[in-house]
């Protein structure tokens, strides 16, 4: 079979002496909005800071349009300064409209939402950690976990197996007190056990052995709930005004981000992806 060998450069091996000449990096694209460049030739930005002077040059221009900043002759964004970001203050607060949330809606949120406005909860924990490290084959490990999961879930299974297990599989340190962690409240520990433990409205009273593994970024969790210090839910009436302050900065949120989606979509932008126009200016 003939093979085209037009484009090769060699058998891949460095040590190979048919290995062709180096072919040389292809230039960085520059990246602009309207034809306005938002960095210079050679200069290469992390997609996040792109970004940023992406949506703070599409407020410019704007801004610009709109009678607020003078007209720009150069070819490169120019760096804000304080009569630019007064400028874009100015448009977004002309432009970016969003209702207040009335007190129906406050209370629909705070109905639905109960676990996360109590205060004084506290829990006492013990937990099996099965750690996801760099080469650990996940699928294995998760079938590792149900396993001793399901184990702990059988009835009549002794009280002191769960400690058991925390000792011989656990990569938490606390596997040395058969996996306990004494009281934990939900701003103590991480945010993927506190939405399980804490914030799911079946979580309120619950008890014993969570019936699911709880996913984190530390790896699979099978965790216990021994005690349960309950706290104190508010009445509504005491989370009125910082449930309407939440809900307006949601709504300001959504309206600045179908703000700047109207402008990805009316400008001519090239070398930097804004289809989300995700940026700390939406978020």
Known sequence: MSQDLSTSSGCGSSACACKGPEV????VEIASINGIHLHHAGEVLGEQTLRERACTELLRQQAVSAGLLPRFTGLNAPEPDDDMRRAIEALLEAEVHSPEPGLEECRRH?????????????????????????????????????????ELSRQGVSINRFAQLATELSNCPSSAQGGDLGWITPQECAPELAKALFLQNDAIQALGLHPRLVHSRFGLHIVEVLEREAGRLPEFAEL?????????????????????????????VEGVELEGADTPLVQ
């Open 240 to 268: 009125q005004a910082q449930i309407g302050a939440r809900l307006a900065l949601q709504s300001q949120a959504t309206a600045l981000r179908q703000y700047m989606q109207l402008l990805v979509g009316q400008a001519d």
């Open 110 to 150: 705070y109905e639905a939402h109960k676990p996360r406005f109590v205060v004084g909860q506290a829990l006492h924990v013990r937990h099996i950690l099965f750690a996801v490290t760099p080469g650990v084959p996940v699928n294995a490990l998760a079938q590792r976990a149900e396993a001793a999961l399901l």
């Open 24 to 27: 040389a990096a292809a230039p």
